[in-house]
């Protein structure tokens, strides 16, 4: 026998003495032979009376098949017997009785109760914990980088799922792991050999070879709680099942959300608190939502869902959010009317033209100390907002404006390109009002705001006024005159 499948042996029989249940030997017996007679019942009965047979196979499929029900259906066989419906077997009844390796008890009784256990990646009691769908065990190697897949995982991760959570045991145990191999791939391969020391014939090691290859190799089947989508294709259509990944979920859980993760964000949290350096990248995720699997019992799923906590975290799919280009406004005469986005003002602007529409109706002045006071705060968080745009111009290369084709107008290139080294240009800037001309645009801006698509509001001259004080005042408060160092041109 190769290393290998000693090493094989040895893990399987570590496996099934560390669950111990060896108190349990005598029950699993009882087990074994009512599941082998049951279905010898099932198999082998007949006769003539064709109605009472019916009604005896009815009472033998009602009937559980538990180590508490053996005696039942040890009468159920005894019947069988006495109206010479089946031949006796008396040597296989005596040869399970006599079964006196626990090991090979256990694997015996795990082939008989396995059905619909199987290891998996993508696990149909992830869509639904009721769902009785087949899941998939994806064996593909092919991966693309453009897809985020199960295959393209570097390690792989192998959940295990079965009808309910008293199946973990056999699922686990199908998923003993030696050397990078699983123990379900030896068996898919027929290497009978790792149970070799566990079976009591060359006849029972073939028939659990046999056993588990049709459990692993079950025909896929359907569930209506897989949420299926019907997907066109020219005049037909592909029936489409969603099956989450429980192994993209796994590696995504483990490297970010269990316990190792979270202990090291602790960390990171601890550290930022107390201004101490830590030499590690601190990752935050933004934006986690958490799916809930299952509502108690989590590993009735699988395996995995049960460490984590029944609990799927999304990450968010939402588009990169878009970053504006901060381009210099040659092409336009004037930079108000496209420099500043809508979005940005809309609020703004809302409150003050509610405000002058209802004022309006009231026939109220602006020289109204009260209506003053609050035409002047509506006004400043548009100065506000309007210089925060400009700012950003100006804090583009200086010069931008020295282009030959540029449009704009030289009152709003000496505002927006306050710093371009070129002395016949800072000069006229110094000995021109320009300050003036760019806060009557403002309020001309402004005012167009305020008329709005239904020209219900109609600025006066005293609401004109006002804007162009606010501008004012705020460009002499934010742009003082900046002093151009010829030689370097640095600004101060």
Known sequence: MSENMQEWQKTIKEYIDGLNEHDKQSDYIDELLSTFISK????????????AINKFLANIKKTPVTAKNKDKIMCFYQEALDKGWMQPIPETIEKISRKSNFCN??????????????????CAKLTHSSSSGSS????????????????????????????????????????????????FEEIQKGNSTIFTDFAQDKAELDYW?????????????????LKQLFFPVAKNYHLLTVLQSSSLAQRLYVQCFDKEARKKQEQFTKAKKSHKFIPETQKSLIGVSKLLITQSQHQNATVYNGKRGGIQRLFSTQPPAWTTQTKPPINQKSWFYRGIPNSAVQTDIGYLRDFLLRNEKLSLSTRNPQKRKWLIKLGQGLTDVVLFYAQRIQMLPAGWTSTDDIQLKLSQQYFLDPYRNDEVFQAARKSTNWQLDVSKDFAKWVNSKLIGKDKLFTPQTEHSKLWVLLMSNAQRELNPMPEIIKDTGERT
Request: hydrophobic letters at 35%.
């Open 40 to 51: 010898k019942l099932l198999c082998d009965v007949s006769g003539d009376d064709e109605k």
């Open 105 to 122: 008890i256990w694997i015996s009784r795990s082939i008989e109760i396995s059905e619909g256990v199987l290891p998996a990646t993508h």
């Open 136 to 183: 998939i065990l994806d064996k593909s190697s092919n991966s693309r980088t453009d897809y985020i897949s199960s295959s393209g995982l570097q390690e792989k991760i192998i959940d295990g799922t079965y009808p309910n959570a008293t199946l973990s045991k056999q699922v686990k145990f199908l998923m003993l792991e030696l050397d990078g191999s699983y123990l």
């Open 209 to 225: 070879i046999k056993s588990y290859q049709t459990i692993l190799n079950e025909k896929p089947k359907t569930d209506i709680l």
